[in-house]
């Protein structure tokens, strides 16, 4: 059964949380870029990637990278996905 | 020597002690800490551990990044500049050069990697991008750069067991070439997180086992049978003495002189001669004759092979019957591979203090072979005054490295 808009932010903030340990993962604002936020480089958005392969049996192509900018526009992505 | 080099700053963590102090006073004590630890496909191991506080110097994001051999160095250099009153923020960091001894490196990473592509059929997809920068060989160094904003040079000295006084070498090289101002200098391992090096030595018949994880180690012992592995590190802030007298640092000694040479013999089997030569060579390099050395710290891993073909090279250098006071480290912790020359140097440095000379222990019975009249055996001695340090360490492909250290006086 495919997850919930909730299941898949809750799902997404966990695996931001395992990469980016020392940031305050609850405060982030949904509209903003993830990347500004808590100060993720390319290859931290990499294991974002490589997480949600891992978890979730999800590819995301290098051309799609752009739609994991901010957590809304990553669970609208990733809806139906997981 | 070209240039009068000095010990400044020391920064260390081992299985007894992440800071001299504590390594000092549970040397002096006698106490070891070997534990069993898990480890992949085989059953548990001895091994040494170290338990430092991460995240003094990292954060947990740095951390899970880089590798364990990475942050072992961090914690060391920034202890040892810390402890060295040296202020990077106002110096040129162009001039500071970060040189780490290291066994090996690489393979910690690997196994990871593929204990986690097995998870995953091995399909190289979910294989990590975080494995090159990992696994080069340069990494342990290059992320105490990072972590210190340090612009200097910085590389690894592969060097097997000799690895420890090797980085000491390099690093007063570069001083003495004019290179850098400072160098961060001294070995480190992260080679207990390794199943391969533990499968290995075991496979070599030379791992070593006993019902009391702390007895393992026994150097010298009629019934010691093998090497315990260690992690730990200890990285060292050398300058030049006019730099450091210029600030006013303390002065933890000065390197009177070095050598390094090669057996060309055996890729594991060790060469009592060239060991012989190889402390030769040093002596004259620091104008000593043998008399003049107080205190030899042996390498002595606890093999049934290496520590009588060591013993048998210090007497054809010193004689049958040297005074020269002589121990070894490895029955505390193990041995702490790329870390070892230098974390055993930096338990004897505080001899030139206090004139004790701590104990090599385990040694219940003492193989004859092994015998020399002023060995220190499981109980710390009061020498007197000691000036003179001889820290040898060897590694396999006939690598030795010998350091001498004198107290210093103007």
Redesign the interface.
């Known amino acids: 059964m495919a997850m919930s808009k909730d299941e898949i932010r809750a799902a997404v903030l966990e695996i931001i949380e395992e990469?980016?340990?020392?940031?305050d993962i609850a405060s982030m604002n949904d509209e903003e870029p993830i990347r500004e936020q808590i100060g993720l480089d390319s290859?931290?958005f990499?294991?974002i990637v490589?997480e949600l392969?891992?978890q979730y049996k999800v590819e995301v192509p290098e051309d799609d990278y752009n739609e994991l900018r901010t957590l809304a526009s990553t669970v609208a992505y990733l809806e139906g996905k997981m | 020597m070209q240039k009068r080099i000095v010990i400044t700053g020391v920064g260390l963590t081992s299985p007894i002690g992440n800071d001299l102090a504590t390594l000092r006073q549970n040397l002096l004590a006698g106490k070891p800490n070997v534990q069993m630890m898990e480890t992949r496909y085989m059953d548990p191991v001895p091994a040494g551990i170290c338990d430092y506080e991460v995240t003094k110097y990292q954060t947990r994001k740095d951390a899970r990044r880089g590798t364990r051999a990475g942050s072992i160095s961090i914690y060391c250099a920034n202890e040892a500049v810390n402890d060295a009153g040296i202020n990077l923020k106002g110096m040129d960091t162009n001039r500071v050069g970060v040189f780490v001894g290291t066994t090996e490196h690489g393979n910690v990473e690997t196994e990871n990697e593929v204990a986690n592509l097995k998870e995953f059929d091995y399909d190289v997809k979910y294989w990590s991008h975080h494995h090159n920068p990992r696994s080069v060989s340069n990494n342990p160094a290059g992320e105490v750069n990072l972590n210190m904003d340090i612009h200097g040079p910085h590389c690894c000295i592969g060097a097997a067991c000799a690895a420890g006084n090797y980085g000491i070498i390099y690093g007063a090289q570069q001083l003495m070439l004019g290179e850098v101002d400072v160098a961060i200098a001294g070995g480190i391992s992260e080679a207990i997180r390794t199943f391969g090096i533990f499968a290995s030595f075991k496979a070599q018949n030379a791992l070593g086992h006993h019902e009391d994880p702390n007895k393992t180690s026994r150097p010298f012992d009629t019934a010691r049978n093998g090497i315990v592995v260690a992690e730990g590190g200890c990285l060292y802030t050398l300058e030049r003495l006019e730099d450091a007298l210029a600030r006013g640092a303390k002065i933890y000694g000065e390197i009177a002189g070095y050598h390094t040479n090669t057996d060309a013999t055996d890729f594991v089997l060790p060469n009592p001669e060239r060991q012989a030569e190889c402390m030769q060579a040093a002596l004259k390099k620091a104008g000593m004759e043998p008399g003049d050395i107080d205190l030899i710290n042996c390498h002595a891993t606890a093999t049934p092979e290496g520590d009588p073909k060591e013993i048998s090279a210090i007497k054809s250098v010193f004689g049958e019957d040297a005074k020269t006071w002589i121990n070894a480290t490895k029955g505390f912790y193990g041995h702490a591979m790329g870390a070892a020359g230098s974390l055993e140097l930096a338990g004897n440095l505080p001899a030139f203090e206090d004139g004790v000379v701590h104990p090599s222990i385990n040694c219940d019975e003492l193989d004859p072979a092994c015998a020399m009249p002023n060995l220190v055996l499981n109980k710390a001695v009061e020498a007197g005054e000691i000036r003179t340090i001889l820290n040898n360490s060897f590694g396999m492909l006939g690598t030795n490295a010998v350091l001498i250290i004198k107290k210093y006086q103007d």
């Open positions: 990469i980016a340990p020392d940031e290859m931290d990499l294991d490589m392969r891992k």
